[in-house]
């Protein structure tokens, strides 16, 4: 059964920290992994990766894929008061479904 | 462009009711997701469609659920009768199977049912 492990659950810190969110997954015919940032309301997508070892960057948040052992990190640099929110991981397969982890929930306080 | 658009934002009713919720997606695109959230289960799929076409509903809690898609640009999911259990947020996405398996979500509909 294809699944997806979050960790940590829940994260706070302070304005200026820098953060690392995982995601362990195991899916059936792997195609890639999504990020995705969640606010109150509707999730936005962050980054889609499909190869190992090539890192994603979108100013301050960076994401890379590890294949051979399951895993993404997302890193968040400097973080502001406006990062918190919800990072979902989704895994997908060639079926056009996505996996969503339960998520990590980050809180940064100024 | 428009993003996905979903209608009513919000619904409250009563146990018993048909609620009807409705998506447009994105123009061009080929994939009709429809998820329900919950702060016990988080984000699950119900059904996708693909070019219209229902793939998996394997995620439909049972028959009170029923999705249709009659045309590309327009996606129905009701629930009859309604029970307090069902309340929750349902999003829609959607995405161009033909070239990325991102998904762009609606803004949700968040369902009461008293």
């Known amino acids: 059964e294809d699944k997806v492990v979050q960790s940590p659950l829940s994260l706070v810190v302070h304005e200026g920290d820098t953060v690392t969110l995982n995601c362990s997954y195991e899916?059936?015919?792997?195609?890639?992994l999504l990020w995705y940032k969640q606010e109150k309301k509707a999730p936005t997508f962050l980054f889609m990766l499909?190869?190992?070892?090539i890192e994603k960057k979108s100013g301050r948040l960076s994401s890379i894929l590890d294949k051979k052992e399951l895993f993404s990190i997302l890193n968040i640099t400097a973080t502001q008061t406006g990062d918190s929110a919800v990072y979902l991981c989704?895994?997908?397969?060639?079926?056009?479904?996505?996996?969503f982890g339960t998520g990590t929930r980050l809180q940064v306080f100024p | 462009d428009a993003g996905v658009i979903q209608s009513p934002r919000h619904e409250v009713t009563e146990m018993g009711q048909e609620v009807t919720l409705r998506c447009k997606p994105i123009s061009g695109h080929n994939s009709l997701f429809w998820y329900r959230q919950t702060m016990m289960r988080g984000l699950e799929l119900l059904i996708y469609f693909n070019n219209n076409v229902p793939i998996d509903d394997s995620g439909m809690p049972e028959d009170r659920f029923s999705a249709k898609m009659p045309n590309a640009s327009f996606s129905t999911l009701k629930i009859q009768p309604s029970e307090p259990r069902d309340s929750a947020v349902y999003f829609c996405?959607?995405?161009?199977?033909?070239?990325?398996?991102?998904?762009?979500f609606g803004p949700g509909t968040r369902l009461t049912v008293l």
């Open positions: 989704a895994p997908g397969g060639w079926t056009d479904k996505l996996i």
């Open positions: 499909t190869s190992s070892g």
């Open positions: 996405a959607s995405k161009d199977s033909t070239s990325t398996d991102t998904q762009y």
């Open positions: 899916v059936t015919n792997f195609r890639s």
